[in-house]
């Protein structure tokens, strides 16, 4: 098997990125905490996105009442995650113990720490991985988010970069985002495509093979069956052509020549 970044070296720059993620951060140790979200809808959607990333502990700060319908109903096949929210009154008291506190917001502030995207938020605790550091990650209101006097006790500031300069995410969507960078984070291995690339001898047997087919065939190829495969070389050599590929199109041509 050929690994991807040896083949394609034009992406070595994510060699980084999937050497991290092979140290394998634990999910066990990131708190997400949600301060006075006002929809009880929003708290089902994040529990659902939470559920799927393998994201299990949740807190909110001073909620709306959120067992009800509307919840469980957003927040469908997520019932457990619902049921071990963890409910506090202050801020102090949902971060107290956490070694990191990572603040996000997508408002532009004059003082602050530095800001790093999800990515960077999960590539940077992987590279923590062994240290068992706990960590909570703060969401804001849905109206105006985190404020000046919460984003101090941040040591990180995170913002998800977006294309409108007035982006608009809800807010579950925005837990989203941070659970699956964290997810990807969390995975054994880095995942990168192990390519299984067909030696160069092999594709030219398989354009051999596709001369002889097409000689039997009755169409009009002007100047032959080399000069017509030629246009297959030109389409398929941009492309890396796998073992299976190669056998695939061979199966192709053995079917034509059968009916023949």
């Excluded at 092979?22 to 929003?42: C, D, K, Q, R, Y």
Aim: charged share 25%; aromatic share 8%; proline share 5%.
């Amino acid at each position: 098997m050929v690994n991807f970044l040896k083949v394609f070296p034009m992406y070595k720059g994510l060699s980084r990125y999937a050497t991290l993620l092979s140290m394998a951060i634990s999910l066990e140790t990131i708190t997400f905490v949600v301060v006075e979200p006002h929809h009880p809808g929003n708290i089902g959607s994040i529990c659902r996105a939470c559920k799927n990333m393998g994201i299990s502990h949740i807190t909110l700060v001073n909620p709306v009442d959120y067992m009800v319908e509307e919840t469980f109903k957003l927040g469908w096949a997520s019932e457990d995650v619902i049921r071990s929210i963890r409910k506090v009154s202050t801020l102090e008291e949902a971060i107290e113990g956490m070694h990191l506190v990572i603040g996000t917001t997508q408002r532009q502030r004059g003082s602050h720490p530095p800001i790093v995207a999800p990515r960077e938020v999960g590539i940077t605790l992987a590279s923590m991985a062994q240290a068992g550091l706990k960590v909570a990650i703060l969401f804001g209101r849905e109206n105006n988010g985190l404020t000046n006097e919460e984003l101090a006790q941040c040591q990180w500031i995170s913002r998800i970069p977006s294309k409108s300069d007035h982006p608009a995410l809800n807010l579950s969507q925005a837990v989203m985002l941070y659970a699956y960078e964290l997810y990807l984070a969390s995975a054994e291995k880095a995942p990168i495509y192990e390519w299984n690339l067909a030696k160069a001898s092999e594709v030219d047997l398989l354009f051999r093979h596709l001369e002889e087919t097409m000689s039997v065939l009755p169409i009009d190829m002007r100047k032959g069956p080399e000069e017509f495969v030629n246009l297959f070389r030109r389409v398929l050599n941009r492309t890396q052509l796998e073992e299976r590929d190669v056998r695939l199109f061979h199966k192709l041509c053995q079917l034509i020549e059968r009916k023949k």
